[in-house]
């Protein structure tokens, strides 16, 4: 059974540091492409950064490009979002998320849409 | 970024009824390799998101026939029957053709 579980989240002020973890299980991890989503409260969805398989490509969008960077480490099959300058817009639920994947006989690759979520950390910023 | 507009924003159905959820993006979500990314994904009250229908009309693993996706071009269409109370939650419509990736804003599936 696919699981991702989040850690790390909690209340921090405006301008600091938050690392953020997901533990997967249940699948081969070093497969798939892996991503964050966010949900501020009450609010949508948010995509915050992708990476590939082996790390070597991530993806952001501009509202977080230059402050977030998203990480993994194969050997423990963990994922990880570094989050600096916070800011209160970016208070959140912050979702791990599993790219659906396919492989071309090398290479395994994501398709671009989230088969499998974890249950969230939440992060609120605030004074 | 595309805007993707959800209507409406608030769904009231009868149990064993039926109901389409829109979901119109400001651009084309033809993709140059002529795939339409687009999907759809269910978020139940207190959950996380989970998928449905992934590039238009295809239902993800374990998802009954009761839902299905159609469209093309920048109008979508999710339609649920015989609804029951699992359905009940939040739709959100996801593209994935332009980047950033985008979402809805929402719909939110209630007991009449």
């Known amino acids: 059974e696919v699981q991702l579980v989040e850690s790390g989240g909690g209340l921090v002020q405006p301008g600091r540091s938050l690392k953020l973890s997901c533990a997967a299980s249940g699948f081969t991890f070093s497969n798939y492409y892996m991503a964050w989503v966010r949900q501020a409260p009450k609010k949508g969805l948010e995509w915050v950064a992708t990476?590939?398989?082996?790390?070597?490509?991530?993806y952001y969008p501009d509202s977080v490009k230059g402050r977030f960077t998203i990480s993994r480490d194969n050997a423990k099959s963990s994922l990880y979002l570094q989050m600096n300058s916070l800011k209160s817009e970016d208070t959140a639920t912050y979702y791990c998320?599993?790219?659906?994947?396919?492989?071309?006989?090398?290479?395994?690759?994501?398709?671009?849409?989230?088969?499998?979520w974890g249950p969230g950390t939440m992060v609120t910023v605030s004074s | 970024d595309v805007l993707m507009t959800q209507t409406p924003v608030s769904l009231p159905v009868s149990l064993g009824g039926q109901v389409s959820i829109s979901c119109r993006s400001s651009?084309?979500?033809?993709?140059?390799?002529?795939?339409?990314?687009l999907h759809w994904y269910l978020q139940k009250p207190g959950q996380s998101p989970q998928l449905l229908i992934y590039?238009?009309?295809n239902r993800f693993s374990g998802v009954p026939d009761r839902f299905s996706g159609s469209g093309s071009g920048t109008d979508f269409t999710l339609k649920i029957s015989r609804v029951e109370p699992e359905d009940l939650g939040v739709y959100y419509c996801l593209q994935s053709t332009h980047f950033p990736l985008t979402f809805g804003s929402g719909t939110k599936l209630e007991i009449k």
């Open positions: 651009q084309s979500l033809v993709h140059s390799d002529g795939n339409t990314y």
């Open positions: 990476i590939s398989t082996s790390g070597s490509r991530t």
């Open positions: 590039r238009v009309s």
């Open positions: 998320a599993r790219h659906e994947n396919y492989y071309d006989g090398t290479y395994y690759y994501g398709y671009w849409y989230f088969d499998f």
